[in-house]
Nanobody
Framework: QLQLQESGGGSVQSGGSLTLSCVAS????????MAWFRQAPGKEREGVAA???????IYADSVKGRFPISQRDSGNALLLRMNTLESEDTAMYFC??????????????????WGQGTQVTVSS
């Protein structure tokens, strides 16, 4: 079992920055693919960024160049640096993980472990 805990959300003005963190606990003896998803009010959850076990990354077009994803602490912590935030980025952000192997990308159905989410609100 793997538990994921997000932090770092908050309220910020348009153009500002936030850094989201996701800390994994439980069975961390093996590496995982990890990703960030988000869900805005009234909308479906969508993929934001993902990183595979070899370090390859993928981004949604809406955040490409603004939200670099990275890992630290031997992969037990996942970061999302959110730059130049826009009101459209307002959403609940979720961390997700799945075992290494087949590259899952931003397909949320393939991720097994999920955090509870952290709210990001961007005001214009």
């Amino acid at each position: 079992q793997l538990q994921l805990q997000e932090s770092g959300g908050g309220s910020v003005q348009s153009g500002g920055s936030l850094t989201l963190s996701c800390v994994a606990s439980g069975y961390t003896a093996i590496p995982y693919q990890m990703a960030w998803f988000r869900q805005a009010p009234g909308k479906e959850r969508e993929g934001v960024a993902a990183i595979e076990c070899g370090g390859h990354t993928i981004y949604a077009d809406s955040v490409k160049g603004r939200f670099p994803i990275s890992q630290r602490d031997s992969g037990n912590a996942l970061l999302l640096r959110m730059n130049t935030l826009e009101s459209e980025d307002t959403a609940m952000y979720f961390c997700a993980a799945i075992y290494c192997g087949v590259w899952r990308g931003l397909n949320e159905d393939d991720y097994l472990y999920w955090g509870q989410g952290t709210q990001v609100t961007v005001s214009s």
